[in-house]
C-alpha cells in the first residue's frame, strides 16, 4: 500500500511537471518564432530557442516516459491488452513530440542564412520558416491525438481497475475524446483545439492532484466498492 501511494504520488507529479515543460517550453518557441522578423529575431534568441527544445524535447520526454513506468506496473493485473496499448501509445506520441522538434531546430540554420543573405534575401526564407513551423504544428497535434488514445486505455484501466473513484475515470474518458475531436478540427484547420482541449486538460491536473493528495484507493477499499 505504501509503494502503491508513494506511485500515485509521483505519477501525479510527473503528470504536471510533463505540463510545465512542454509548456513553458513551446512557450518561449512561439514567444520567439512567432514575432515580427522572426527569422532575424530567432538569429537574436539562439539560446532561448534551445532551452525550449530541451523543455520539450528532452524534460518533457522523460517525464512523460516516466508516467508510463509508474503506471505500467499498477494496472498491468487489471487488463493485460489495455496497459501495453496504453505504453504503446505514451511512446508513441512521445517520439512524435520529439520529432516536432526537429523542425524548430531547423529554425537556426535557417535564420543563420537568412543574416547571411543579408538584403539579398528572398521570399522563400518565409516560406521554409512557415514550412518549419507548420511541420511543427501538425507533429504537436499528431502527437496530441495518439496522446489521446493513450489516455481513452488509461482511462478505462482506471476505470476498470477502481484505482480512483469511477467519476474521474468517466470524466477523463469523455474529456480524452472531445481532446482528440479538437486535435483532428486543428489538422483540418478548423482551430478549436484549445477550446476542446480544455476537458481533458481539466481532468489532468485534476487527477495529479488527487493522487499527490491521496493516492490510488487501497485494495481494501477496492474489494469493498466491488461488494
Not at 510545465?20 to 539562439?46: H, M, R, W
Not at 507548420?134 to 493513450?150: E, H, V
Request: charged share 10%; net charge neutral; aromatic share 14%.
Amino acid at each position: 500500500m505504501k509503494s502503491n501511494k508513494l506511485a500515485a504520488r509521483y505519477f501525479g507529479i510527473f503528470f504536471i511537471l510533463a505540463f510545465i515543460t512542454y509548456g513553458t517550453g513551446s512557450g518561449i518557441v512561439a514567444s520567439i518564432a512567432n514575432e515580427a522578423d522572426s527569422l532575424a529575431n530567432i538569429y537574436a534568441n539562439k539560446a532561448s530557442i534551445v532551452i525550449g527544445v530541451i523543455l520539450m524535447a528532452l524534460l518533457h520526454s522523460f517525464v512523460n516516459i516516466g508516467v508510463l513506468v509508474i503506471m505500467f506496473p499498477i494496472v498491468k493485473p487489471t487488463n493485460e491488452r489495455f496497459t501495453y496499448a496504453y505504453l504503446s501509445a505514451g511512446i508513441s506520441a512521445t517520439v512524435v513530440l520529439i520529432g516536432g522538434t526537429i523542425f524548430t531546430l531547423l529554425l537556426l540554420p535557417l535564420s543563420d542564412a537568412y543574416m547571411e543573405a543579408g538584403s539579398s534575401a528572398g521570399s522563400h526564407f518565409e516560406t521554409l520558416r512557415l514550412l518549419c513551423v507548420q511541420g511543427g504544428f501538425y507533429a504537436y497535434q499528431l502527437g496530441m491525438a495518439i496522446w489521446g488514445i493513450g489516455g481513452l486505455f488509461l482511462t478505462a484501466l482506471l476505470y476498470q481497475s477502481r484505482l480512483v473513484p469511477r467519476f474521474i475515470s468517466v470524466w477523463g474518458f469523455i474529456g480524452y475524446i472531445i481532446f482528440m475531436a479538437g486535435t483532428n478540427l486543428d489538422l483540418f484547420g478548423y482551430g478549436y483545439g484549445v477550446q476542446l482541449a480544455l476537458p481533458g486538460g481539466l481532468f489532468e491536473i485534476f487527477l495529479s492532484f488527487w493522487l499527490i493528495a491521496k493516492g490510488f484507493n487501497p485494495p481494501d477499499v477496492i474489494t469493498e466498492v466491488i461488494k
